[in-house]
């Protein structure tokens, strides 16, 4: 079964820094783009970036470049997204998605990661 | 960055209702645009992309159309699981930016 598997819930306090991770099995993990999306409570998807495994070519939102940094380790098949400094406005449920080979659609999903940040 | 509209944000309707959901780009984006589905507490999933294309499993009565700046998404018999919230996302270019939703809830 091809599926995204993340790590789970966070609490942290603002100025901490974090890494959440999100393994992929099942199919060839070098082969595929994995995303990043963001979505704040009660609100809508945003895409923040991708990288490709294989050579860790990544592209990032402009709204995120800076923020956040997306990586991978081929070796163990998994995508991280972290954070230096946490704010406050950092709390949201993030979501690591596999691209599609012919489309940069999000055909495989993570179940998530809540991460709360919260002195 | 290209912005998408999502019309309405909400539609309230009833089982077996036909329901079409609108999504314009703020700039011409062939037919790169996907279409996702999102219910409460869960991951969102893929329907539709390349504008039309159906993703494999998803029911025939989903259907989407359009290129350009304008599209929809058509639920042509609105079932008890279809209750939830629907994204379109461009395709076009970085960053693959998502439209705002829309809730459909039964009426």
């Known amino acids: 079964e091809v599926q995204l598997v993340q790590s789970g819930a966070e609490v942290k306090k603002p100025g901490e820094s974090l890494k959440i991770s999100c393994k992929g099995s099942?199919?060839?993990?070098?082969?595929?783009?994995i995303g990043w999306v963001r979505q704040m409570p009660g609100k809508g998807l945003e895409w923040m970036g991708i990288i490709y495994p294989g050579d860790s070519d990544t592209r990032y939102s402009p709204s995120f470049q800076g923020q956040v940094t997306i990586s991978a380790d081929k070796s163990i098949s998994t995508a991280y997204l972290q954070w230096s400094s946490l704010k406050a406005s950092d709390t949201a449920m993030y979501y690591c998605?596999?691209?599609?080979?012919?489309?940069?659609?999000?055909?495989?999903w993570g179940q998530g990661t809540m991460v709360t940040v919260s002195s | 960055d290209i912005q998408l509209t999502q019309s309405p944000s909400f539609l309230s309707a009833s089982v077996g209702d036909r329901v079409t959901i609108t999504c314009r780009a703020s700039q011409g984006i062939s037919s790169y645009l996907a279409w996702y589905q999102q219910k409460p507490g869960k991951a969102p999933k893929l329907l539709i992309y390349a504008a039309s294309t159906l993703q494999s499993g998803v029911p025939s009565r989903f259907s989407g159309s359009g290129s350009g700046t304008e599209f929809t998404l058509t639920i042509s018999s609105l079932q008890p699981e279809d209750f939830a919230t629907y994204y379109c996302q461009q395709l076009n270019s970085y960053p693959c930016t998502f439209g705002g939703g829309t809730k459909v809830e039964i009426k």
């Open positions: 099942g199919y060839s993990f070098t082969s595929y783009w």
């Open positions: 998605a596999r691209r599609l080979v012919e489309s940069d659609a999000f055909d495989i």
